[in-house]
């Protein structure tokens, strides 16, 4: 019988603080604080400035974690589409799955978007981001697809987080409206004319 290894019990503190201040930094996001304060952070975690500072060396260090939570998250809740369905059932199935995604990852999304100018670990979890959606768009209609890059590219286009903020955020589109919008755009994009 093997005994599990021991957990050091500073090291399991270090490790519960640091999930805290993340958990609080992505909760006020969730809240629509998108620029929360490293103070407003700390309090809601119930650790210290100091605490804080002492996990993270800067803001663009906590969003960073924050990125890496999100991604995590999406990842867990992505489940894949059969590709043996029909064209149709794929395209729908494809569609209520990223609306749903987009919605999940929208307030992280938002805030997001004010500093990922600014923010090389940003721009590095925006990349990820594109390459998860990618990967399930070339895995979902492989055939429809096939080695066309253009087709690839436009529906990569369309099915990301700035699309669906157009459609959420600037025409004031309800869920169900935003997701008719990108199944009509999708189905139009790979149903030969």
């Known amino acids: 019988m093997t005994t599990p290894p021991r957990v050091d019990g500073r090291t399991a503190r270090s490790e519960r603080t640091r999930n805290a201040i993340v958990d609080a930094h992505l909760r006020l996001i969730g809240e629509g604080d998108l620029r929360p304060t490293a103070d407003r952070i700390a309090k809601l975690a119930g650790v210290s400035l100091r605490a ?7 803001m663009e260090a906590l969003m960073t974690a924050s990125g890496q939570r999100v991604l995590e998250q999406r990842d867990t809740s992505y489940q ?3 590709a043996d369905l029909p064209l149709n059932e794929r395209i729908a199935a494809f569609c209520e799955q990223r609306a749903r995604l987009l919605e999940e990852i929208g307030p992280a999304a938002r805030a997001s978007a004010l500093k990922e100018p600014f923010s090389a670990g940003l721009q590095h979890y925006r990349r990820l981001h594109v390459a998860r959606v990618r990967d399930e768009l ?3 209609f492989a055939t429809e697809i096939g080695q066309d890059e253009e087709l690839l590219n ?3 286009s369309i099915s990301q987080w700035p699309t669906w903020s157009t459609w959420r955020d600037v025409m004031e589109m309800p869920v169900e409206t935003a997701q008719s919008a990108l199944h009509r755009s999708v189905a139009a994009l790979l149903t030969p004319a």
């Open 80 to 82: 894949p589409v059969p």
């Open 138 to 140: 070339t895995t979902t």
């Open 154 to 156: 436009a529906l990569t």
């Open 52 to 58: 804080l500072w002492s996990h993270f060396a800067d």
